[in-house]
């Protein structure tokens, strides 16, 4: 099992930047792989943002290249999304997820643990 909590969401300004920080816990059973960033806004399917495989190799959705940077610190499991020039059609609740094996995808099936969400909100 993978634990996954999420913080950094909040309000900003059309242009300004955020930083998502998802702490992530494996015990002894979990495989490690793939970690990703998804957001979803109501009645839209959740969006695969971001991914990065345990080696460090990313991925990241058109909508969001060249403004948004994943990375992961492999010693202490926790996994960043640094987002600039962000734009109101940005505002989502932004998910952390966790795949047992190493990917590119952003299909949202092949994650299997998920946190609760933080909310992000570009006026």
């Known amino acids: 099992h993978v634990q996954l909590v999420e913080s950094g969401g909040g309000s900003v300004q059309a242009g300004g930047s955020l930083t998502l920080s998802c702490a992530a816990s494996y015990d002894t059973t979990a495989s490690r792989g793939s970690m990703a960033w998804f957001r979803q806004v109501p009645r839209k399917e959740r969006e695969g943002v971001a991914v990065?495989?345990?080696?460090?190799?990313?991925t990241y959705a058109d909508s969001v290249k060249g403004r948004f940077t994943i990375t992961k610190d492999n010693t202490n499991s926790t996994l960043l999304l640094r987002m600039n020039s962000l734009k109101p059609e940005d505002t989502a609740m932004y998910y952390c997820?966790?795949?047992?094996?190493?990917?590119?995808?952003?299909?949202?099936?092949?994650?299997?643990?998920w946190g609760q969400g933080t909310q992000v909100t570009v006026s």
């Open positions: 997820a966790a795949a047992p094996y190493n990917t590119l995808t952003r299909d949202r099936f092949t994650y299997t643990w």
């Open positions: 990065i495989t345990w080696g460090g190799i990313t």
